[in-house]
């Protein structure tokens, strides 16, 4: 069993920025990606940013150039740092990671406010 415990969320003015972690234990070296999904009012959750265990990276077209995710693996976190924020990014941000265990398994975090102020 995988625990994400994710932290950074909060309210910022447009234009801010803000760096969201995750933190997983209970995995040992068996998770492969780690990302970051995010679900506003009313609409289906979505992709925002993944990481490979070799560090390859994806964004959604939304995002890039703005947002940045890292990872360190020895410490089986991944954090994403949001800058120049807009009032559409506002949203819950969800820490996703996929483990090894007998086949890929999914965990996901308990979600974190992000809240854009115009």
């Known amino acids: 069993q995988v625990q994400l415990v994710e932290s950074g969320g909060g309210l910022v003015q447009s234009g801010g920025s803000l760096r969201l972690s995750c933190a997983a234990s209970?995995?040992?070296?068996?998770?492969?990606?780690m990302a970051w999904y995010r679900q506003a009012p009313g609409k289906d959750r979505e992709l925002v940013a993944e990481?490979?265990?070799?560090?390859?990276?994806n964004y959604a077209e939304s995002v890039k150039g703005r947002f940045t995710i890292s990872r360190d693996n020895a410490k089986n976190t991944v954090h994403l740092q949001m800058n120049s924020l807009k009032p559409e990014d506002t949203a819950v941000y969800y820490c996703?990671?996929?483990?090894?265990?007998?086949?890929?398994?999914?965990?996901w975090g308990q979600g974190t406010q992000v809240t854009v102020s115009s």
């Open positions: 990481v490979t265990h070799g560090g390859s990276k």
């Open positions: 209970g995995s040992g070296s068996s998770i492969t990606t």
């Open positions: 996703y990671v996929d483990v090894v265990h007998f086949g890929l398994v999914n965990y």
